[in-house]
């Protein structure tokens, strides 16, 4: 059965320890490690919840996993409740900023199985048992000072570290600054689109402005348009200008309308 090349302590420690005799020893309930150099010797288990024993396990004894339970190949390592509380650990520990104000907890750790070698902590900001809480990771190169129960880091805040796990506030407050992101780009673009196509017109405008309506060297034909005049048929006299006709010309009556006298008459005129 091969394992994974790192793994999550909490998923170490939540599945429960099978030897190669088929025995239960219990769920895991401690960490094992070394905090100097950030390393994971191995877990402790409880194989009964009335008993005081506990049995220590190394880390290289880690065969195989399964959804609930783990494998290892030989026996445990026989301790007692006073003995593990005096294991130096960093989980639970309180994470402190640059100012030394409280940024949140060690809840968690990534884990390279085959090394034991810590990649990364995982801080939370809230109780880690409420669900659906956030996780920070924080890798040990960015840990200055370390004592027991406290960690002293450079950091202005949580929002410093890349996120691995978001709550739902969380995850909505990242989403809502991207989608404003998105926003504030989409506009900008759109601006540069509408200044573009301003820039483009104001071009041709100015364009059609400075040419000139014909060519300056060429001048106008003054030729065409008097032959055009010249060829404009005449118009007939106005009414007043008979007058000055001469007298031998006739001028034309209109006959009188012929009128009977047995015609019976028109009572309109």
């Known amino acids: 059965m091969s394992l994974p090349e790192q793994l999550l302590l909490s998923d170490l420690l939540r599945r429960r320890v099978r030897c190669d005799q088929g025995l239960d020893h219990g769920p895991g309930s401690e960490a094992w490690m070394h905090p100097p150099v950030h ?19 190394r880390l290289d004894q880690l065969r195989g996993l399964a959804d609930q339970e783990l494998f290892v190949q030989g026996d445990g390592c026989s301790t007692n409740p006073s003995t593990v509380d005096r294991l130096p650990t960093l989980i639970g520990a309180s994470v402190l900023g640059r100012a ?23 801080v939370a900001r809230s109780d880690p048992r409420l669900p659906g809480s956030s ?98 048929p005449e118009a007939d006299p106005e009414p007043g200008a008979w007058s000055d006709r001469p007298e031998s010309t006739p001028r034309r009556r209109r006959p009188a309308p012929v009128r009977r006298e047995d015609s019976e008459q028109d009572p309109w005129f």
């Open 100 to 122: 030394g104000s409280p940024l949140g907890r060690l809840v968690d750790a990534a884990v390279e199985l085959h090394t034991g070698r810590i990649l990364h902590y995982l």
């Open 135 to 232: 996780r920070w990771r924080l890798s040990p190169e960015r840990i200055v000072d370390q004592q027991p129960g406290q960690v002293v880091t450079a950091l202005e805040g949580l929002d410093d570290l890349p996120l691995a796990r978001a709550s739902v506030r969380q995850e909505f407050l990242r989403r809502s600054r991207r989608w404003r992101d998105q926003m504030q780009e989409e506009s900008v673009r759109l601006r540069d689109q509408v200044q573009q196509v301003g820039d483009r017109f104001e071009e041709r405008l100015e364009g059609w402005l400075e040419e000139p309506p014909w060519d300056p060297d060429e001048q106008p034909d003054r030729s065409a348009e008097a032959e055009a005049w010249d060829d404009w």
């Open 39 to 57: 390393r994971l010797l191995g877990w402790i288990s409880r194989p009964s919840g009335l008993g005081d024993q506990r049995l220590a396990w």
